[in-house]
């Protein structure tokens, strides 16, 4: 099963800062998901990645994988962005064929 | 496209009672997950399917049994709830028929259940 850890567990920002996330796992992958969880609970799909980096807005998302690492970052952050961020990568490596694995989370707070 | 629907929204049960969870996609997905989140735990898996009439268990199946019968629908049964499944429940589909992105994960808006 893989194993995955996320950093940090909780983040706190001014309104502008540039925010970094970490994800590590522990069995090679297809592909490595970033989550977005409001304050309300639902759930959204950031990014899919599977190698280099993809930007959509203000979000970066990079991966390496050789490493085994990820990082998610938020440029000129916003108290929008306030919300849980959370990793996901396949279950037992590979491809997830619907099973994934998730890092417990980062709870990030940006004040105005 | 209404994407992946959950009901109901919040559940108050008994210990022992039944229920069943009920998840939805019309995006065609090939795969359905149920999850569940716990405070400090992350979400977790119960159980998958890769298609109608396939299913197999996650991380954490105890207590609970699904079925596909058809490419919608992928509904979860607690067969005697405990407080231990006290949890928020996420349905998750993927992996269009017909080929295409297999991997982007589209979640429910969770089912919060509260066993007394």
């Known amino acids: 099963k893989n194993e995955v850890e996320q950093s940090p567990q909780n983040l706190t920002a001014q309104e502008g800062e540039f925010i970094t996330i970490n994800c590590s796992y522990s069995v090679g992958i297809s592909a490595l998901h970033w989550l977005q969880q409001h304050p309300g609970g639902g759930i959204v799909s950031l990014f899919m990645l599977s190698s280099g980096k993809k930007k959509h807005g203000r979000l970066i998302a990079t991966i390496n994988i050789q490493e085994k690492h990820s990082s998610l970052h938020i440029t000129a952050s916003h108290p929008r962005d306030s919300a849980v961020y959370i990793c996901?990568?396949?279950?037992?490596?590979?491809?997830?064929?619907?099973?994934?694995?998730f890092g417990q989370g980062t709870i990030l707070t940006v004040h105005p | 496209n209404a994407g992946v629907t959950q009901t109901p929204k919040f559940q108050v049960l008994k210990t022992g009672q039944s229920m069943t969870l009920q998840c939805a996609q019309d995006?065609?997905?090939?795969?359905m997950s149920w999850y569940r989140q716990d405070p400090g735990m992350g979400l977790r898996l119960i159980h998958y399917?890769?298609?109608?009439?396939?299913?197999d268990q996650g991380e954490v199946p105890n207590g609970y049994n699904v079925s596909r019968s058809t490419t919608e629908d992928f509904p979860l049964r607690l067969l005697s709830a405990a407080p231990s499944q006290t949890s928020v429940y996420f349905c998750?589909?993927?992996?269009?028929?017909?080929?295409?992105?297999?991997?982007?994960?589209?979640f429910g808006p969770g089912t919060r259940l509260t066993v007394l």
């Open positions: 399917s890769v298609g109608a009439g396939i299913t």
């Open positions: 995006m065609n997905h090939e795969y």
């Open positions: 996901a990568v396949p279950n037992a490596g590979g491809t997830s064929y619907g099973k994934l694995t």
């Open positions: 998750a589909s993927s992996a269009p028929l017909g080929g295409g992105d297999t991997d982007t994960q589209y």
